[in-house]
Nanobody, 115 residues
Framework: VQLQASGGGLVQAGGSLKLSCTAS????????MGWYRQAPGKQRELVAT???????NYADSVMGRFTISRDNAKNTVYLQMNSLKPEDTAVYYC??????????WGKGTLVTVSS
């Protein structure tokens, strides 16, 4: 399974960005899709996840500002990020968990929020 993420970039505080991540490959069935991030000098942390049944989980720090969604027909997960803050600056990684228990990570896309 290969993951291709896009949508990162530089934005001013208060602005918006939308990340996307598409999974490709053969013979896989996706369970959970999600986003994590890692800021310089910090550990990777959960941002948001969505199960195959549509259940969502958000970090407290992004609740109400970020929205995760998925298009199962396209094997794609999105992260709409609004009201961005400088502390949202990080490399964002997508995660795909398959039905047979395998986890796959994307290479990461950099989001920089200037004050």
């Amino acid at each position: 399974v290969q993951l291709q993420a896009s949508g990162g970039g530089l934005v001013q505080a208060g602005g918006s960005l939308k990340l996307s991540c598409t999974a490709s490959g053969r013979h896989f069935s996706i369970n959970t899709m999600g986003w994590y991030r890692q800021a310089p000098g910090k550990q990777r942390e959960l941002v948001a996840t969505m199960s195959s049944g549509g259940y969502t989980n958000y970090a407290d720090s992004v609740m109400g500002r970020f929205t995760i969604s998925r298009d199962n027909a396209k094997n794609t997960v999105y992260l709409q990020m609004n009201s961005l803050k400088p502390e949202d600056t990080a490399v964002y990684y997508c995660l795909i968990a398959t039905m047979n228990g395998m986890d796959y990570w994307g290479k990461g896309t950099l989001v920089t929020v200037s004050s």
